[in-house]
């Protein structure tokens, strides 16, 4: 997650939520992405220390436990700049330009300049983010599927380029009814061969189902989170850049004046019109935030004009803070004792470290940089 400061409740339902689930079921990984916040945010790196502080206290706060995952600092760890720079020797230049955020962003982006090496090569940084932990899955949003479908490809060329890979015994009798040689000299003759084949010819082998490699990296699979629609004050999803986010820590009043200005079914003009909550943002939260009969009575009271868009409101702020309570109640220790959240995330990034050299040493072997 890039470090963005406070998060928000979209970061809650959009992933915390997930990562916190999944840490009972799996050994997790999550990192402050900090060279990420770099490839689009490489102008002002003031409140990064502060940032990566504050979005860290909220993970805790969330209940995603130092005991059960690994949490770190991706910059604290130079391996990943390594992998990175290896990766990106053996990745076309074309597999970066296709990926559908690439273009689409630097389209859209007009207020700060995108225009960087760093920035086509993000997609790189993550492969090698994912891979150097040999993660099986990732958990991601639909919008990220092609970034784990990259970092597969990324994963299989590398693997055939610097993988061992060995004939299979098809390979061997082929070679042998061919060349009338004996089992051995078919052997040495196709290993000769493998080693100065090009990559395109050792796709080629596997294909054909001549040779098998013996990869460094498996290839990770996305794990699809399915998030519910959650909409922003405005109606447009929740985010920190459009200013409609009710943040994590939002004091109750907070909450309640930002709910208070939050856009309704426009259809609904007076307190006496009916109204549709299925195109209501309100009613999005509420349907996320609020218990059943409190849904239910929305549901059936807006269609009827009998509640009121200012006590279906009230409503909706009464179970969002309730809801948030105990989470900015987990917080309070780290603010109190910020050093805290650093021991933590140090802590963290040890253990990181040791599978990150690790994966480096075998990595570097393969390559022949030892
Ligand atoms: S009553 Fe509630 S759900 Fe219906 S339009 Fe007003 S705010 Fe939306």
Redesign the pocket.
């Known amino acids: 997650m890039r470090p963005t400061g406070k998060l928000h409740l979209g970061n809650l339902v959009g992933a915390l939520q997930n990562w916190v689930k999944l840490q009972d079921e799996y050994e997790s990984y999550h990192f402050v992405a900090d060279w990420h916040m770099l490839t689009t945010g490489y102008e002002n790196t003031l409140d990064l220390r502060q940032d990566t502080w504050e979005m860290v206290a909220d993970w805790l706060a969330c209940g995603l436990d130092p005991n059960k995952a690994t949490f770190f600092i991706q910059s604290r760890l130079p391996e990943h700049a390594e992998l990175h720079l290896l990766f990106s020797m053996v990745t076309p230049l074309a597999w970066l330009e296709r990926v559908p955020t690439y273009k689409e962003q630097l389209e859209n982006i007009r207020d700060h300049d995108i225009n960087t090496y760093g920035f086509l090569g993000y997609p790189l940084l993550q492969a090698a983010d994912i891979l150097m932990y040999k993660a099986n899955y990732v958990p991601v949003g639909e919008d990220q599927v092609p970034h784990v479908e990259l970092t597969r490809e990324v994963a299989r060329r590398f693997n055939l380029a610097y993988g061992q890979i060995e004939p299979t015994p098809d390979a061997v009798r082929l070679r042998m009814t061919r060349d009338s040689s004996d089992q051995a000299a078919a052997l040495a003759g196709i290993r000769q061969e493998f080693r100065s084949g090009s990559l395109d010819d050792r796709a080629g082998w596997l294909n054909d189902g001549l040779g098998k490699v013996s990869p460094i990296f498996p290839e990770p699979d996305a794990l699809l989170t399915s998030a519910p629609r959650l909409p922003g004050t405005d109606g447009r999803k929740m985010s920190k850049s459009y200013g409609n986010a009710i943040f994590l820590t939002d004091e109750p009043n907070v909450v309640s004046q930002k709910l208070a200005t ?1 856009l ?2 426009p259809a ?1 003009k007076r307190r006496s019109d009916p ?3 299925d195109v ?4 999005d939260l ?1 349907k996320i935030f609020s218990v059943h009969e409190t849904i239910d009575r ?1 549901n059936r ?2 269609r009827t004009a009998e ?3 200012v ?3 009230r409503l ?1 702020a009464g179970h969002l803070n309730a809801f948030l309570a105990p989470i900015q109640e987990r917080r309070k220790p780290y603010e109190r004792n910020p050093q805290e959240v650093w021991d933590i995330l140090e802590a963290g990034t040890g253990k990181a470290r040791a599978v990150a050299q690790a994966t480096m040493r075998e990595v570097r072997a393969a390559v022949k940089l030892t």
């Open positions: 939050m309704t079914d609904r109204g549709n909550p209501c943002p309100v009613f509420h929305v009271e807006c509640i009121g868009c006590e279906c409101k909706s």
